[in-house]
């Protein structure tokens, strides 16, 4: 990849920024789609800032996202979430991100996440990763032992029965469990600040945009067997900032 296509995607990311800040904290109306997820005039006006960039800029290439749908189409394909953590976004807690990633023949290349709020942004590119915020460094931290762990989920709620008691084997191994963050939670395991997330029912544009951020910070994501993720993935994602740890985690999960 080179700055061109990134340069697009911080411009998309620009682009859906402006949208989500006219309706942060103004109590948006809220329509139930029908997978029982919730969403608002934000994430369809932001998806569409989204795709006037990307469309201009890069008419070529294949669209995919949460709200219009899409196909990939040819060798690059752009995968969208204007909102990823709307639940977050309607209650008004700054831990909802976009989500932009560009695959390569199915396989992401190219990462953004970008939390418009407080103005943190995660840039992955050619297996480089830049972040920008006041707070925090790029780069995923080694542990000693999977006790040491962080561990991270946006709710228990996503797992049915068996995942649940994989999940809770894997909590019973690390150090301690926080719930909540959404796709803010992978960035913050770029900057160290998390070891491990496992989740299930995730969609391409909830995880495309993450493999290149957390990859280019010195982590890891796989499915939860360990294997790559691909389109036709089941939804499972376990994420580590530590990819030594694959082995330690696999096992807790039995």
Not at 122 to 131: E, P, S
């Amino acid at each position: 990849m080179s700055d061109g296509y990134a340069a697009v995607a911080a411009a998309a990311a620009d682009a859906a920024g402006a949208v989500i800040g006219r309706y942060f904290r103004a109590l948006p109306d809220v329509v139930t789609k029908s997978d029982d997820s919730p969403v608002t005039l934000a994430d369809q006006g932001a998806e569409a800032a989204i795709r006037a960039v990307l469309a201009e800029r890069t008419p070529e290439f294949g669209i995919i996202g949460e709200e219009m749908g899409g196909v990939a189409s040819g060798r690059f394909t752009w995968v969208v979430d204007p909102i990823d953590g709307t639940r977050a976004f309607i209650t008004g807690r700054p831990i909802f991100a976009t989500l932009i990633a560009l695959l390569d023949e199915g396989v992401p290349v190219l990462g953004l996440i970008d939390q418009p709020i407080t103005g943190e942004r995660w840039l992955a590119d050619a297996g480089v990763l830049r972040f920008t915020g006041r707070h925090g460094r790029a780069g995923c931290r080694s542990l000693a032992a999977l006790a040491d762990a962080e561990l991270s989920c946006t709710a228990p709620e996503m797992f049915n029965p068996a995942q649940h008691a994989k999940f809770g084997r894997l909590a019973a191994a690390c150090r301690r469990v926080t719930y909540g963050g959404d796709a803010y939670a992978y960035g913050l395991l770029a900057l160290g600040q998390i070891d491990v997330i496992a989740e299930a029912g995730l969609k391409p544009w909830d995880w495309a945009a993450i493999v290149p951020v957390i990859e280019a910070a010195g982590g890891s994501v796989t499915d939860w067997q360990g294997r790559r993720l691909t389109l036709d993935s089941v939804g499972e994602v376990l994420a580590l900032g530590d990819a030594a740890m694959l082995a330690g985690v696999l096992g807790a999960l039995g």
